[in-house]
């Protein structure tokens, strides 16, 4: 190889490398956090670091069916998770959800309780209570614990808080960071290689 074809060679090599770093990089580093991201829902915690139990799973306050079995963060429709999406800019990828109540659950907080949110609870807890005659305290007990948890939540007063706890799905982590590392390097190699 010559000078002039070294030359040529470099130029090739570097317009390559450029267009992987603002192109193609962005692309498949965004589509590979966010499919991480997706199955921190999956294995219920954050890169191996488990998410605290959930209420209804608890063996005090079991609820029956589905509600007391689903995944952490799945919802009955999954829509959190099905919500991180990914969108490319010249030379990055930004990973994020949609969904308005992301952040409360990825950073953990409080929120108030509105009358909305009792009306619901109201709402749940007639519908999951069966049908009682009268208003004994043996007829009360005999609720679920699924309706029991509705109603003590729709007792609550207008302007309380509920505690959302963290469950942090997504954001930085070494384990994303490497496996990230991992594909830069592969792709870039596979760029100088040729």
């Known amino acids: 190889m010559n000078h002039t ?3 040529v060679h470099i130029e090739k ?36 670091k488990k998410w605290g ?9 079991k609820f029956p069916g589905a509600d007391g079995s689903r995944k952490i963060l799945s919802g009955r429709t ?11 800019g010249k030379g990055q990828a930004v990973v994020y959800s949609d969904a308005v109540y992301a952040k409360i659950h990825n950073e953990g907080g409080e929120i108030p309780v509105t009358a909305k949110m009792k009306k619901y ?12 005659v009268g208003r004994t305290k043996k007829q009360r007990d005999i609720l679920t614990k699924q309706a029991k948890f509705y109603r003590a ?3 609550k007063k207008i302007g309380s ?4 706890p963290k469950r942090h799905f997504l954001g930085k982590s070494p384990k994303l960071e490497a496996e990230l590392k991992k594909l830069i ?4 190699s596979g760029i100088i290689k040729h």
């Open 13 to 48: 090599l570097t317009e390559a490398i450029q267009n992987a770093i603002t192109r193609d990089l962005p692309e498949i580093l965004g589509n590979k956090a966010a499919s991480m991201f997706r199955q921190n829902f999956q294995n219920e915690g954050f890169f191996g």
């Open 121 to 132: 609870f109201w709402a749940m807890y007639y519908q999951t209570k069966g049908k009682t």
């Open 185 to 188: 390097t592969k792709h870039l």
């Open 5 to 7: 074809q070294f030359t």
């Open 53 to 61: 139990e959930v209420r209804r799973r608890h063996p005090e306050f």
């Open 78 to 88: 999954g829509n959190l998770g099905r919500s991180i999406r990914y969108k490319v």
């Open 153 to 155: 939540m729709a007792l």
């Open 161 to 164: 808080v509920i505690k959302i």
